[in-house]
Each structure stands twice: as structure tokens, then as C-alpha cells.
């Protein structure tokens, strides 16, 4: 087992997470080795190294989201399995798999959890285990994780609140585009499109269920789409998504598929597990049973 520790995960929380699971393993006389890195290139090379001595191993992440994806490429199509200790901001693929957000019951779950084969999405020959996201959401995306004030939400428990913060930020510097999006080979013209989101779990940006019927397992793609409606509008339908009552508004659709397109009359910018991965035009498709990961034994 190889414990990939970003120290700078939720803004320094990270390494003080590391220390406590590091003392139970020690204190159960569990075997384990961990690398303690800084940036995502450490934790590739350390991950790359240990699984060519350890093509079957466990490999535990102790970060959030972007840490996550960026070690996808690394785990797809392979013996190795991935279990998450969130240490994150947004956590958001925690929450889509009913991962403990507490540290050593996150633990647990890596140690006597199921092992399960889980769905990713392949977009743009990039992957994604949560969720893209492309339009006004990835803007907030970019703000946010370009902001300094995103370290202080984290430094005071409340990182998800930075999302919040940068919606409004976004929102009226935003101008919605003309797009057209096609699902398993039909093609849909939407007027007006803020944001689109394509989505393997029900959760992202931070907690937001924005398509609360999004599995990591069906072998489909989730599609929320957003268009056709004015900026007081769109501030009015976040609140709604908490309770999924936005399904039922006229200005928003949803779809799913096992392939999907956007094109949209304005080059966007795409998010995928809250990193920027690359931008429209835009073809994502669900890659089944692509990586093995510790899953809660009765999640599934």
C-alpha cells in the first residue's frame, strides 16, 4: 500500500490528516509505505515508480480532487486499486462515491470496504472521474482556483463557500452562447447556454447535486444544461439544486448518454474534477469499468 500525501491539500489540512492516519496504521502495525509531496508531478512520479515494483497495489490518496485526477492516467486499464482519504477543498469525489469525510473512517472504508470497478468519463483524450463541467461553471472553476481567497475559505473550514463566492464573482461578467449538443448521435440547438455539465457522480463544484440521478457504474453520462434564462433567473436556480427541484424548470434540460458532444458558437473553457482539461468543441464518452477503487461495502 502507497500513501500519496499532498501536504498542501485544503490549504496545508493535508499533511495534519496524513499524521493521524500515519499514527493508526503504526498503532495497528499495518504495512504501508507514503510519499509526501508538493505538487502533482511528485505524486505522478511517485505513483509511476511504486507500481512498476507493485502493478497490483493500493494506492491511497490523501488530497482532493485535482491530486485524484491527475493520477487517473496512471491507474486506468490497471491491477492497481485507489482509495481516497479526502483532504480536499471540494471533495466532490468523495461525496460522489459515499466516501467518509472523516479521516480514519475513510480508513476503514480503504481497509475493509469492496472493491468496486467504477466508470470514468474520456473527454478530449483527457480523464475525468466526477464531473466536466463547461460554461459559466467552469469560469467560477477558474476564478476560484486562481484566487487567493479560496486558501482563507479553507484555512476556516468552509472551502465550499469559495464556490459561492466565485459564482457571484462570475455572474455578470458571464455571457451566455448559442451551443449545440448531441447525445448518442442527436443533436439538440440550445440558445443561450450558461453552463453545461456532464456528470459520472451527482456531485461538483464543491457539493452540488447537479444531476442527482448521475451513477459511476450505469455505463451513461449525466447531462445537466443550463440555457435561455436571464442571470436573476440562473442566481435563482442554485438554490433549487440542493433539493433537485431545478430539474423542473423550464430553462434547464437534462440528458444522458453514452456519448456526448458540445459545440458551442463561443470557445469554452472545459473543467473536468475541478482542473482545467481543455475546451470546446467537446466529445465525451462513458468509459466503463476503467478503474477499481474502495468503495463503502454497502454503497453498492
Known amino acids: 500500500m502507497l500513501c500519496v500525501v499532498n501536504r498542501n491539500a485544503g490549504n496545508g489540512r493535508g499533511i495534519g490528516i496524513w499524521r493521524s492516519v500515519e499514527d493508526c496504521l503504526r498503532?495497528?502495525?499495518?504495512?504501508?509505505?507514503?510519499?509526501?509531496?508538493?505538487?502533482?508531478?511528485?505524486?505522478?512520479?511517485?505513483?509511476?515508480?511504486?507500481?512498476?515494483?507493485?502493478?497490483?497495489?493500493?494506492?491511497?490518496?490523501?488530497?482532493?480532487?485535482?491530486?485524484?485526477?491527475?493520477?487517473?492516467?496512471?491507474?486506468?486499464?490497471?491491477?492497481?486499486?485507489?482509495?481516497?482519504?479526502?483532504?480536499?477543498?471540494?471533495?466532490?469525489?468523495?461525496?460522489?462515491?459515499?466516501?467518509?469525510?472523516?479521516?480514519?473512517?475513510?480508513?476503514?472504508?480503504?481497509?475493509?470496504?469492496?472493491?468496486?470497478?467504477?466508470?470514468?468519463?474520456?473527454?478530449?483524450?483527457?480523464?475525468?472521474?466526477?464531473?466536466?463541467?463547461?460554461?459559466?461553471?467552469?469560469?467560477?472553476?477558474?476564478?476560484?482556483?486562481?484566487?487567493?481567497?479560496?486558501?482563507?475559505?479553507?484555512?476556516l473550514g468552509i472551502g465550499s463557500l469559495a464556490y459561492l463566492y466565485g459564482l457571484l464573482h462570475t455572474l455578470f461578467r458571464f455571457q451566455p452562447a448559442d451551443a449545440d449538443i448531441v447525445?448518442?448521435?442527436?443533436?439538440?440547438?440550445?440558445?443561450?447556454?450558461?453552463?453545461?455539465?456532464?456528470?459520472?457522480?451527482?456531485?461538483y463544484g464543491g457539493g452540488i447535486p447537479i444531476c442527482p440521478d448521475a451513477e459511476a457504474g450505469d455505463g451513461v453520462l449525466d447531462v445537466c444544461v443550463v440555457h435561455g434564462c436571464s442571470r436573476w433567473a440562473l442566481l435563482r436556480l442554485f438554490p433549487t439544486v440542493y433539493s433537485g427541484r431545478h430539474r423542473t424548470l423550464p430553462y434547464v434540460t437534462m440528458l444522458r448518454g453514452r456519448q456526448i458532444g458540445i459545440h458551442s458558437e463561443v470557445r469554452r473553457w472545459t473543467y473536468g474534477d475541478g482542473e482545467c482539461v481543455s475546451a470546446t468543441p467537446l466529445h465525451a464518452a462513458a468509459a466503463q469499468g476503467k478503474l477499481q477503487m474502495m468503495i463503502p461495502a454497502r454503497s453498492r
Do not use: C
Open 183 to 203: 447525445v448518442d448521435g442527436d443533436a439538440r440547438s440550445f440558445k443561450g447556454v450558461w453552463l453545461a455539465a456532464i456528470t459520472n457522480v451527482p456531485y
Open 27 to 155: 498503532r495497528f502495525d499495518i504495512p504501508y509505505d507514503s510519499s509526501i509531496t508538493r505538487t502533482a508531478e511528485e505524486a505522478e512520479e511517485a505513483v509511476r515508480h511504486y507500481m512498476e515494483r507493485n502493478p497490483g497495489a493500493l494506492i491511497v490518496v490523501i488530497g482532493g480532487d485535482g491530486t485524484i485526477h491527475r493520477l487517473l492516467p496512471l491507474l486506468v486499464g490497471t491491477e492497481a486499486t485507489l482509495g481516497i482519504i479526502p483532504a480536499g477543498s471540494g471533495n466532490d469525489t468523495a461525496r460522489g462515491f459515499s466516501l467518509p469525510m472523516d479521516p480514519l473512517e475513510a480508513l476503514l472504508t480503504i481497509l475493509h470496504g469492496q472493491r468496486s470497478i467504477v466508470d470514468l468519463i474520456y473527454a478530449n483524450g483527457q480523464w475525468t472521474l466526477t464531473a466536466l463541467a463547461t460554461g459559466f461553471d467552469a469560469d467560477v472553476a477558474q476564478y476560484v482556483n486562481a484566487s487567493r481567497f479560496k486558501r482563507w475559505f479553507n484555512r
